[in-house]
């Protein structure tokens, strides 16, 4: 099994104070720093692009795991990729063209990622696994932080991580939206290591309590 990892997402984070505030979720055990880009086009909301990307990836040493949520995202690939991003995940019904996208963010030297929306099953992203670092399962409808964790999502997780294991494939699973220490023990058990945290962590008064509560009801044994 994945170690699993903590990726609390900087939605949450009161931006005057990121750097603080991301240093202490990394105190608190998070490895990942998980950073939203909404387009107002793909999602019905905006948050912020590559000048907020770069200057959140160079205040920490933690893996900067950009989530794009823009139209054609196959633009501003290089963009993201010299702000300082690790990871950068796209989402398949963004593009046309899934394969060039992953393609290009492997050829910019980063962990290709690739995102599923409630409504998308596991069968459309199927022939994109042998491109992909990371998959990203939405377990609300992207755009806003906040919402109501869909358990009935987790079912995609078990399936990929069956996938991949049947043929061989390294992929991380992620999850994202809604995830707390009340659930994350379930995403865990369902298939995913990776768990993206808005609300639940830098949303909080006690930022690293808060992390260091979600790992431990995530750590199985
Ligand atoms: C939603 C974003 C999430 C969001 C999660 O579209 O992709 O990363 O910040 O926030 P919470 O954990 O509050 O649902
Ligand atoms: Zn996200």
Do not use: W
Not at 91 to 108: F, G, S
Not at 198 to 212: F, H, P, R, Y
Request: aromatic fraction near 4%; proline fraction near 5%; charge should be negative.
């Amino acid at each position: 099994m994945k170690r699993i990892k903590l990726s609390p997402s900087a939605l949450s984070c009161n931006f005057a104070n990121a750097g603080i505030q991301i240093e202490l979720a990394k105190q608190g055990g998070a490895e990942y720093i998980h950073l939203d880009v909404m387009d107002g086009v793909f999602v019905p909301n905006i948050s912020f692009g590559q000048p907020v990307v770069k200057s959140l990836s160079k205040c920490t040493d933690l893996v900067s795991d950009v989530h794009l949520m823009i139209t054609d995202p196959i633009r501003y690939i290089e963009d993201f990729a010299s702000a300082g991003a690790d990871i950068i995940t796209i989402h398949a019904e963004a593009t046309d063209d899934v394969e060039a996208c992953l393609n290009k963010i492997r050829a910019c030297g980063k962990k290709a990622g690739l995102s599923i929306k409630p409504k998308t099953p596991v069968s459309a992203i199927i022939p994109y696994l042998p491109l992909c670092d990371l998959v990203l399962v939405m377990t609300v409808e992207p755009g806003f932080g906040g919402q109501k964790f869909m358990a009935d999502m987790l079912p995609k997780c078990t399936e990929l991580r069956d996938y991949r294991d049947a043929h061989d494939l390294d992929f991380e699973i992620s999850v994202d939206g809604g995830v707390s220490a009340d659930n994350a023990k379930m995403c865990v058990l369902s298939g995913a290591n990776v768990l993206v945290a808005g609300s639940s962590v830098l949303g909080k008064e006690d930022i690293k309590g808060a992390a260091e509560e979600l790992l431990k009801a995530a750590n199985i044994g």
